[in-house]
């Protein structure tokens, strides 16, 4: 400066860049406020809303899969239990001289008179089969029900 031109002590500096392009916090700026700043693209609030129900209904829809697999597993172990019950008390209802021990196959016939007979002989170990049907080998479980292990066929006289 030159010796003549003094400086105005109470004049403010005064910004020469228009006001609405300038701010005092730029981290909220929609964008880069410099040169080396990272881009910052504006997003629609659609598309992310789009994206977050998207993923949403996928997880959701994948949940209740899984919900109904388990649904149908239960059923079905419902069902088996149902049958077991059921071919338990036909068993129970049979005519048996001894006294069926867990875990040992026995074998379960239909006799001339419709009466339902449990047995320690299968049907292929009589000499002569007295029985109007083989129905069922089954094998006795630890909670007294019964499995099946095969199924028989009519047996003919």
Do not use: C
Request: glycine letters at 4%; zero cysteines; hydrophobic letters at 35%.
């Amino acid at each position: 400066m030159k010796k003549d031109e003094k400086k105005e002590p109470n004049k403010e500096f005064t910004n020469p860049i228009d006001k609405d392009k300038i701010t005092e916090s730029p981290s909220t700026l929609p964008y880069a406020h410099t040169v080396g700043s990272p881009v910052i693209k504006p997003t629609k609030q659609g598309v992310i809303r789009g994206r977050a129900l998207n993923a949403m209904e996928e997880q959701t829809d994948m949940q209740l899969s899984q919900i109904k697999d388990q649904i149908d597993l239960l059923a079905k172990q419902a069902k088996e239990i149902h049958e077991r019950k059921q071919l338990a008390a036909l068993i129970y209802s049979a005519k048996m001289g001894f006294k069926p021990e867990i875990n040992h196959v026995y074998h379960l016939y239909e006799n001339q008179e419709g009466d339902y007979v449990l047995s320690m002989i299968g049907p292929d170990e009589w000499a002569k089969l007295k029985f109007k049907h083989f129905l069922y080998t089954v094998r006795l479980l630890a909670d007294h029900t019964w499995n099946i292990e095969a199924k028989g066929e009519t047996v003919e006289e």
